[in-house]
């Protein structure tokens, strides 16, 4: 994966074995696989969350990894305009080249190791594409988008976008040197990632070496999920097998383990594992397509809205046959 790394890891800050000391590990309480699908104009996805206790995951509404695909010359597809409100979205590029625009002004191209965070808030348009030369030339493509519910006092919020490149994310090393950290948000064994989150959450995406342990103090208010984008290993101190495309939902604690298999496949020499967590809105959800309300009134009204132009305007020079919103919503 070439997301963000270092030459020599030893030379990270580490993370405390003094955090570490009389925090009480997290248990696992629930484990399960994400089944694979299509979205978009046809991009292969995993639904990282379909499955998990839904109480257990709050704030977060979705997370999909986004491949991972070789593309064939012509096969790189993305998303059409389309709308959104009353969450975020984060998306983090391992592999390959993504170009993001929205209705509000913002975007910018992603790759690896990049991130884009956007506000919907109060309601925004946007699309999110492979560049024609990746289309041409195809390549391997890998990522993934996280939504990131509002809490009610901010889902009218105006929409904003984050860019945030490679070499501004936080890095640290495991205690025993054997495990990178890549702090995207949140603060996080006393470092402190660039994403500036309208919700608190922290979001890491870390890479353990075989037969290294990361053992990592989480804010108790916090609840604590880890998703495997890829190889094999454990995780809680009972040591529940996990693998690729599989997530960990932890219970009440101070902090998390996970430790790589000391054996793993020529294809995935490390395993690799995206973890987040953040604080419980507890508020009710009423979720349809592209829309995260509180109320089924507030889903309804937003379909309203974008039927009615409220929700922005594709910019000129994006507006083609091909881009135009069509009756049909994609939800992403």
């Not at 983090?92 to 509000?104: A, L, T, V």
């Not at 990049?114 to 560049?131: V, Y």
């Not at 493509?141 to 936080?170: C, M, T």
């Not at 054996?263 to 979720?287: F, S």
């Given at each position: 994966m070439p997301a963000i790394t270092v030459p020599d890891i030893t030379l990270l800050?580490?993370?405390?074995?003094?955090?570490?000391?009389t925090e009480k590990p997290r248990p696992v309480v629930s484990l399960t696989t994400a089944p694979s699908g299509f979205e978009g104009e046809g991009f292969p996805v995993r639904r990282a969350?379909?499955?998990?206790?839904?109480?257990?995951?709050?704030?977060?509404?979705?997370?999909?990894?986004?491949?991972?695909?070789?593309?064939?010359?012509?096969?790189?597809?993305?998303?059409?305009w389309h709308p959104h409100r009353g969450f975020e979205t984060v998306t983090y590029i391992i592999d390959g080249i993504f170009d993001h625009r929205d209705s509000n002004g913002g975007g910018g191209r992603i790759t690896n190791g990049d991130t884009q965070w956007m506000t919907a808030g109060g309601g925004i348009l946007h699309i999110e594409m492979p560049p024609e030369s990746l289309v041409?030339?195809?390549?391997?493509?890998?990522?993934?988008?996280?939504?990131?519910?509002?809490?009610?006092?901010?889902?009218?919020?105006?929409?904003?976008?984050?860019?945030?490149?490679?070499?501004?994310?936080?890095?640290?090393?495991?205690?025993?040197?054997?495990a990178l950290l890549r702090i995207i948000a949140g603060d996080v064994a006393g470092a402190t990632g660039p994403g500036s989150t309208?919700?608190?959450?922290?979001?890491?995406h870390a890479t353990i070496q075989p037969g290294a342990e990361l053992d990592l103090p989480w804010r108790p208010d916090f609840n604590a999920l880890v998703y495997a984008l890829s190889g094999r290993g454990t995780v809680g101190a009972e040591a529940v097998a996990i693998a690729s495309g599989q997530l960990a939902v932890y219970g009440a604690g101070d902090r998390i383990i996970i430790k790589a298999a000391q054996r793993q496949d020529a294809r995935t020499p490390a395993l690799d594992v995206l973890i987040l967590g953040g604080e419980p809105i507890r508020e009710p959800i009423a979720w349809l397509g592209p829309f995260v309300m509180n109320t089924r009134d507030e889903v309804v009204q937003a379909f309203e809205d974008y039927k009615a132009g409220k929700l922005g305007v594709i910019p000129a020079a994006h507006t083609s046959p091909h881009n135009t919103p069509t009756s049909v919503i994609e939800s992403e």
């Amino acid at each position: 994966m070439p997301a963000i790394t270092v030459p020599d890891i030893t030379l990270l800050p580490r993370v405390s074995v003094a955090d570490l000391l009389t925090e009480k590990p997290r248990p696992v309480v629930s484990l399960t696989t994400a089944p694979s699908g299509f979205e978009g104009e046809g991009f292969p996805v995993r639904r990282a969350f379909m499955g998990a206790p839904l109480n257990l995951i709050d704030p977060f509404i979705m997370l999909d990894q986004l491949g991972e695909v070789e593309y064939a010359p012509g096969e790189p597809k993305g998303t059409p305009w389309h709308p959104h409100r009353g969450f975020e979205t984060v998306t983090y590029i391992i592999d390959g080249i993504f170009d993001h625009r929205d209705s509000n002004g913002g975007g910018g191209r992603i790759t690896n190791g990049d991130t884009q965070w956007m506000t919907a808030g109060g309601g925004i348009l946007h699309i999110e594409m492979p560049p024609e030369s990746l289309v041409m030339s195809g390549g391997l493509f890998h990522g993934f988008q996280l939504w990131v519910n509002l809490p009610r006092a901010k889902k009218w919020s105006p929409p904003a976008y984050q860019d945030i490149r490679s070499n501004e994310v936080k890095l640290l090393a495991s205690t025993d040197g054997g495990a990178l950290l890549r702090i995207i948000a949140g603060d996080v064994a006393g470092a402190t990632g660039p994403g500036s989150t309208q919700t608190p959450i922290a979001l890491v995406h870390a890479t353990i070496q075989p037969g290294a342990e990361l053992d990592l103090p989480w804010r108790p208010d916090f609840n604590a999920l880890v998703y495997a984008l890829s190889g094999r290993g454990t995780v809680g101190a009972e040591a529940v097998a996990i693998a690729s495309g599989q997530l960990a939902v932890y219970g009440a604690g101070d902090r998390i383990i996970i430790k790589a298999a000391q054996r793993q496949d020529a294809r995935t020499p490390a395993l690799d594992v995206l973890i987040l967590g953040g604080e419980p809105i507890r508020e009710p959800i009423a979720w349809l397509g592209p829309f995260v309300m509180n109320t089924r009134d507030e889903v309804v009204q937003a379909f309203e809205d974008y039927k009615a132009g409220k929700l922005g305007v594709i910019p000129a020079a994006h507006t083609s046959p091909h881009n135009t919103p069509t009756s049909v919503i994609e939800s992403e």
